[in-house]
Every structure is written in C-alpha cells, then in structure tokens.
C-alpha cells in the first residue's frame, strides 16, 4: 500500500457569479423608452378628451412645449434618465427602479408638444383681443378698388425695366459660375419697387413743418380728431405748434391708418410706410405679411414664389431679406414678433432673433400655449371660407416655414459651437523659445546655488585661520592653587 500513488486532486471549481444576461443594458433602455411613451400617450389622450370640460387649470405642464407648428423657442428639456445619476447596477437600484417600471424621480412630462389652451385671465383677453384687431390689417388690402388705384400710382414701366435688368444680371451672374439665379423675375419687381417708394414716393416726418411759415414746430400732445379725420381712420391726432414767436400756428399730423388716404398724404412714420408699402406689394401680385413687433415696428415679408420662403422687406431702410438689421444691426432687443396675412397668422420671432440669449426679451404677454391658441384662432378665422384644397396648401406651408425657424436656432447654434477653438499646439519657433527661455533659467539657479556655496566655504575658512582665544598654559613652576 505504501507503493501506491496518491489520489490527484482536481482544482475547486470557479467561483460562480449572478452575472447579468449580454444585452441587459438595451434590454433595459428599451422598456424605459416604451413605459415613457405609452405614459405620454396616455396623458395626452386624458387631456385632449377633457379639454372641452375642464378649465384651463386643472392640468398644466411644467414647461413650454412643441406644437404642431413648430417648437417653441423657450422649449426647455428634462434630465435624461438613464444615465449615471439615474440608472445603477447595485443592489439598492434593482430594489428601488426593476425593469420594465419608470424611475420615480420623473415625476413630470417636460418634452411632451404644447397643447393649445384658450386664454382665462384678463390679460390673455385683451392680448388676444389686440392680435385679433392686428389681423384685420392685411385684410383691407384685399380691396380691387382699391389695388386699382394703386396701380395708378406705380409707374410701371420704370418698375418692369429696372426689375427685367436686375434679373439678367442675376441670371448671368449664375450662369457664370454655374449656380442657381440668387433671385426670381417677381423678387426683382419687389426689390425695385422698394427702391422706387423710398426714394421717389413716401417720406418720413416727426415734427411737421409749420404750413403758414415753413418754421420748424415743437409737439404739444395728442388732441381728439375731427369728424372728418375720424371718417378717414385718422383716430389718433398729434398736434404741433410753430417755434416761431410771431407765428405761434398749430400743425395737425392725423395718423391715418387707412392704405388709401396714405397714398394721398405720402408722408408718415414707420407704420404708415409698412401699411402703404405693403398694400403696393399686394397690388402688384405679391403675396404679403403685415409684421407687428411688441418693441414699437412693423415692417413687410413678402412670399417669394422663387425660393419658396417668406422675404422680409423694411421700406424705411429699403432692406431686403435681411432679417437680422434689428438685432444684430440695431442692438435690439425683440419679444414678440407676429406675422399676418390675409390667409392666417405665424410667430415668426425666432426668424429675427435667432439667438435669444442675447438680443431675446421675456415673452410675459401670454402663456405659449395660449398664443398658440390665438395664432391657430386667427389661421382659422381667415381660412373658412377656402376649400379643402387651399387649406391643404397653406398647412404645408405653415410646417416648412416651422422647420425653417427651428433651422435657425440650431444653425446659430452650430455657428457658436463652431467658433469655439480648441487649445491649439505652439509651433516649433515658439517650443524651442520657451526650452531657452528654461535653459536659461537654469542656468541661473546652477549659478546661484554655486556662488552661495562658495561663500560658505570662504566663511568656514575665515574662521579656521583666525587665532583661537585661549587660556595660559600652566607651567611646572606655577602649579595652580588649592
């Protein structure tokens, strides 16, 4: 027995862990994702089938939100579950958040589209009720009387000869180069339309000159309008008198809203160069906007059949497409900027303040989702009388002109991260500058350590050849006292 070899012993087993199975991490963002969803869903559908019974109050979101429209330019995300902060993989957090359920710290729903909601308060009404009167602006262009006789005042001949040069160059100039005309033939009759009313037609005025005199004249307030000035949409009425002593008249500037009696007066400001300005526009077959901004301006947009988008137009600075001269040309700041038409309405703010960090005011007129109820109020209003097809028509064009907006702030987006540069590398000039520059320092150091050390080698030495002071040293025939 002795002989025989010992048993071999097998090696213990591997220890076994409770691994998770592969893939749990997409197994886990996929139930999330679907549980988030179908709660959207769900809360959408309650709200959209109590709408017509709840108040407004009853159920609000925490945020501003997406509508179908467009979003909207305070759109403010929630936190992203799923990462670090909240999805682990330790035991406490399979306890508090099991697959397939939704992690209790999302307790709101901040991405779902806003959902238009009419207006309760005082203020919403009267907002409302003034975006409402606004919209009936473009509407008294419609007029053929009244396009009749501002044809009369156009000269046409002038208008078409410079729009057909202005549209060979352009086509030339793309035929050159190989690229698509920048603007069509009717963009052309636009542009020198606008140059026409600006140098030839309208004037601007603040303080009126004195007609008895011709001295200048100083304001004195706002008056009551005649009957007659009343009759022909003059209801505000400034008054003006000479700043001549001997003369002392008083001068009336009506502020005349109607496009008919501005062709008479020529003259105004910039809300009777826009109203008149626009009307021109219209009777020479363009479709227009009638742009009112919070912040005291209005100015034009004209629909471009060419590039398939809306052109802003500024008579009074003879501007076209150049939607940033307020913002970035003018340093000013801008809230609200609403577009009417005589076929519907659009928050078109983001087209002028693309970036509202900056040049964006507080939007504290309404809630979003109210003015969007009032902006899909005014779209309805003006489009029920069109056919199915029309109104077909004018939704597509409202979503491309959404996407077109939204286009914006990311481009300005991307253009600020663009601008962002990275730490660059020095070049080799300035490496080997800087090697000398330490070389040099250390140099230095060596030298001075060096001089120390010699100088408290000189001191040792100093010390050691001076003469000790010492006692007398005790001969045999003085031997020291008891």
Same mark, same amino acid.
């Given at each position: 027995?002795g %002989? ?7 090696? #213990?087993?591997?220890?076994?862990f409770?691994?998770?199975p592969?893939?749990w991490?997409k197994d886990?963002?996929e139930?999330f ?5 179908t709660l959207r /869903?769900?809360q959408?559908?309650?709200?959209s089938?109590s709408a017509?019974?709840?108040?407004s109050?009853?159920?609000h979101? =925490? ?8 979003? *909207? ?9 799923g990462s670090?902060?909240?999805?682990t993989?330790?035991a406490?957090s399979?306890?508090?958040?099991p ?7 999302y307790n709101?729903?901040? =991405?779902?589209? !806003?959902?238009?909601?009419?207006p309760? %308060?005082?203020?919403?009404q009267?907002f409302r009720?003034k975006?409402?009167?606004l ?7 419609? =007029?053929?009387?009244?396009?009749d006789e501002?044809m ?5 001949? &002038?208008i078409?000869? +410079?729009?057909?040069e202005?549209h060979?160059l352009?086509?030339?100039t ?6 698509k005309?920048a603007?069509g033939?009717?963009?052309? !009759?636009?542009r ?6 600006k140098?030839?037609f309208?004037s601007?005025v603040n303080n009126?000159?004195c007609?008895?005199c011709?001295?200048?004249?100083y304001?004195?307030g706002?008056v ?5 000035e009343?009759a022909?949409s003059?209801n505000?009425? @400034?008054?003006?008198q000479c ?7 008083? +001068?009336?500037?009506p ?5 008919f /009696?501005?062709? &008479?007066?020529?003259?105004g400001r910039s809300?009777?160069?826009?109203n008149?300005f626009?009307?021109l526009?219209?009777a020479m077959g363009s479709?227009?906007?009638w ?7 209005v100015w034009?947009?004209v ?5 398939k988008r809306?052109?802003h137009v500024?008579?009074?600075e003879a ?13 000013r700041?801008l809230?609200?900027?609403i ?6 309405a659009m ?6 303040c693309?970036?509202?960090? &900056?040049y ?7 809630p @979003?989702p !109210?003015?969007?109820h009032? /902006? ?13 097809? +029309?109104?077909?028509?004018l939704?597509?064009?409202d /979503?491309?002109?959404?996407?077109e907006l939204?286009?914006?702030y990311? *481009?300005?987006?991307? %253009?600020?991260v663009a601008?962002?540069k990275?730490r660059q ?7 080997v500058?800087s @090697?000398?520059?330490?070389a &040099?320092?250390a140099?230095?150091?060596? +030298?001075?350590?060096?001089r120390?050390q ?5 001191d ?8 000790s ?6 001969s045999?025939? =003085?031997? #020291?006292?008891n």
């Amino acid at each position: 027995m002795g %002989d025989r070899p010992p048993p071999s012993r097998q090696p #213990p087993p591997p220890p076994t862990f409770n691994a998770m199975p592969e893939g749990w991490e997409k197994d886990l963002t996929e139930q999330f994702r679907q549980k988030l969803s179908t709660l959207r /869903m769900n809360q959408l559908s309650r709200h959209s089938s109590s709408a017509s019974t709840r108040s407004s109050s009853s159920f609000h979101f =925490n945020s501003p939100r997406t509508s179908v429209h467009g979003r *909207s330019q305070h759109t403010r995300f929630a936190p992203r579950h799923g990462s670090a902060n909240h999805l682990t993989c330790s035991a406490a957090s399979d306890n508090e958040f099991p697959l397939g359920s939704i992690p209790r710290s999302y307790n709101s729903l901040q =991405n779902i589209p !806003i959902v238009a909601r009419p207006p309760q %308060d005082n203020q919403s009404q009267q907002f409302r009720n003034k975006l409402i009167l606004l919209s009936e602006t473009p509407c008294r262009w419609e =007029n053929p009387g009244l396009l009749d006789e501002a044809m009369k005042q156009v000269p046409l001949k &002038q208008i078409y000869d +410079e729009a057909n040069e202005e549209h060979q160059l352009f086509l030339a100039t793309a035929a050159s180069v190989g690229k698509k005309a920048a603007w069509g033939y009717q963009d052309c !009759i636009i542009r020198a339309l606008l140059n026409w009313f600006k140098t030839s037609f309208f004037s601007w005025v603040n303080n009126p000159p004195c007609s008895r005199c011709g001295a200048p004249t100083y304001v004195k307030g706002q008056v009551a309008p005649t009957p007659d000035e009343k009759a022909r949409s003059g209801n505000t009425v @400034e008054l003006y008198q000479c700043a001549v002593t001997d003369c002392k008249a008083y +001068e009336r500037l009506p502020r005349y809203s109607d496009a008919f /009696m501005l062709m &008479q007066t020529r003259k105004g400001r910039s809300g009777e160069w826009a109203n008149c300005f626009s009307m021109l526009c219209r009777a020479m077959g363009s479709r227009v906007r009638w742009v009112w901004n919070s912040e005291d301006h209005v100015w034009t947009e004209v629909y471009s059949i060419y590039r398939k988008r809306w052109v802003h137009v500024d008579s009074r600075e003879a501007a076209f497409d150049k939607p940033l001269l307020y913002t970035e040309g003018w340093n000013r700041g801008l809230a609200y900027c609403i577009a009417f038409s005589a076929d519907g309405a659009m928050d078109v703010t983001r087209r002028y303040c693309r970036n509202p960090g &900056q040049y964006g005011l507080d939007r504290n007129k309404v809630p @979003e989702p !109210i003015l969007l109820h009032i /902006m899909d109020e005014i779209r309805s209003l003006r489009r029920r009388n069109m056919d199915k097809d +029309e109104k077909f028509r004018l939704e597509g064009e409202d /979503m491309r002109e959404s996407r077109e907006l939204r286009h914006y702030y990311v *481009s300005t987006i991307t %253009d600020q991260v663009a601008k962002l540069k990275p730490r660059q590398k020095p070049s080799r000039r300035v490496l080997v500058a800087s @090697e000398e520059v330490d070389a &040099q320092k250390a140099r230095e150091r060596r +030298e001075a350590r060096e001089r120390s050390q010699e100088e408290v080698e000189q001191d040792a030495s100093s010390r050691i050849q001076q003469p000790s002071q010492r006692r007398p040293s005790r001969s045999p025939d =003085n031997p #020291p006292r008891n």
